[in-house]
């Protein structure tokens, strides 16, 4: 059977993905003692902020006549991949962000945990991007995914720093 989305369920994924982020990164920054990790785990965690304020934006602004406006899936294949992604995101949930990176045995498997997420996101916005109508932001999740990609570029260029 068909799954029903909306674009409210879709910035609310990305709220959340957002806000797990966050938290990573916080937990990141203050689970290192090197000085420049710290500054770009904290600058990311800035980063991630500015993100779930988008998303929350996002949602504030939909106008009446779409929030209940519906793309069907008939074989639930978005719906499945856009849960998938989402629950299986390298950022777990907030209150687990700690215990994440504390299982990390070091800034490398820190920064690479972090460099998985990145990319996942990514790709889950490029396929929200599918669904959202013109009209509710296309082209800022747009600005999003070349931010994200700004942070892949600067995790890996950090990991290689690393060897």
Known sequence: MGQILNADELFK???QIEKNGKEFYLAAADNTD???????FAELAKWEGRHVSLFEEFRANIPAALKNEFAYDPENSIHLYLKSVADSTVF???????KNVKSCR????????A???EKD?????SSMKQIVPDALGKSEIDKLIIEELYHVGLLTKEIQNLV
Request: glycine residues 4%; without cysteine; aromatic residues 10%.
């Open 13 to 15: 994924i990305g709220v």
């Open 115 to 117: 460099l998985v997420f």
């Open 121 to 125: 996101s990514v790709v889950f916005y």
């Open 106 to 113: 070091s800034a490398r498997e820190v920064l690479e945990k």
């Open 92 to 98: 777990v949930k907030n209150d687990d962000s700690e």
């Open 34 to 40: 090197d000085r420049d990790l710290k500054k770009m």
